[in-house]
């Protein structure tokens, strides 16, 4: 889908020469056609979207004259092309802003309601209105996985002072908390991705004004706050994945715990059940010659002496503490 910002419908009085046929032009999943057409109308190398999912800094981030062509992954995974990172790319240059994008991006849905058929709009407001909306975004996933992390914190500890109850619904609750903590971690890993990403870019844009690129200083300023945000989220990023580390080796744990207990109850039954097997067994060969088939307290005596071997191995493990 090819879409033009001022919408096509504004006036050409309304825009400066250099910026008709759009100011801002945004390319959603597009064909072949759309991206020869857009390479053809504003002379630029429109990225494939193997093109744009290349690692390379050289292929991230390049400059062609005033022409600034990056691209960045985002935090989503496209399940038809096996989980692999849905790429993003911008072709900034002072007239205008290209966009390549093969997904719904939160920041450009809002960019988009208030730019509205704006005519006043020019590419590097845009490009730092989609930076902002962005980092923004990243920020209000990063505090909704913090308070994931928090609630799954609060469901394998327990509450202060309270003894979390143990059992079947213990159990399966844990097990609940390692997806829980798996998905985290997987978002928490994205994201990263698109924090990295938006550095790499910002950095990038910095660097090209040392070398003599005309940039408006409002468009410096508003990168320079971005940039400090990126920072601060990287490290909020370390932070929530330490956290989540923690938490899996604190709930592997608890499951190790659990699934010891279960062994050593187990053990106990089975040690317990040895010395009567042992009894039961040996009076029951029914040998000929044995004194006690014929004595008229042998059975009392044979039940006596079961119960005798199982009480005793049980007071022995209650004062060992085992059980």
């Excluded at 020869?36 to 429109?46: C, K, P």
Aim: neutral net charge.
């Amino acid at each position: 889908m090819l879409n033009t910002y001022p919408a096509a419908s504004t006036t050409a009085d309304a825009q400066p020469a250099s910026n008709a046929g759009g100011v801002w032009i945004d390319l959603l999943d597009p064909t072949p056609e759309e991206t020869a057409r857009v390479a053809t109308q504003y002379q630029v190398q429109v990225p494939s979207r193997e093109s744009l999912q290349e690692i390379e800094t050289s292929s991230r981030t390049r400059a062609e004259g005033e022409v600034l062509y990056m691209s960045m992954p985002l935090a989503i995974q496209d399940s038809a092309r096996g989980l692999a990172p849905v790429p993003l790319g911008f072709i900034l240059s002072p007239q205008r802003l290209v966009t390549i994008r093969y997904s719904e991006v939160h920041a450009f849905s809002n960019a988009i309601a208030r730019l509205g058929s704006k005519s006043d709009i020019t590419s590097t407001g845009v490009f730092a209105a989609l930076i902002d909306g962005m980092v923004d975004y990243d920020a209000d996933v990063l505090e909704k996985l913090s308070a994931d992390l928090a609630a799954v914190s609060a469901r394998a500890f327990g509450q202060p002072g309270v003894t979390p109850i143990r059992g079947k619904r213990y159990s399966h609750a844990l097990r609940e908390c390692v997806n829980a903590i798996g998905t985290a971690g997987e978002r928490l890993s994205r994201i990263r991705e698109t924090l990295l990403g938006l550095q790499r870019i910002m950095g990038f844009v910095y660097e090209m004004t040392k070398d003599g690129q005309q940039l408006p200083p409002e468009l410096l300023t508003r990168l320079k706050t971005a940039r400090q945000d990126v920072v601060s989220l990287v490290e909020f990023q370390s932070h929530l994945s330490g956290k989540t580390q923690f938490l899996l080796d604190a709930v592997l744990g608890f499951i190790n715990t659990d699934q010891n207990e279960i062994f050593k109850v187990l053990t106990i039954v089975s040690v317990v059940g040895i010395p009567p097997t042992l009894i039961a067994s040996m009076y029951g060969m029914n040998f000929h010659n044995m004194p006690e088939l014929s004595w008229r307290w042998g059975y009392p005596y044979g039940l006596a002496l079961i119960g005798l071997s199982i009480l005793i191995p049980v007071i022995w493990f209650k004062r060992r503490g085992w059980w």
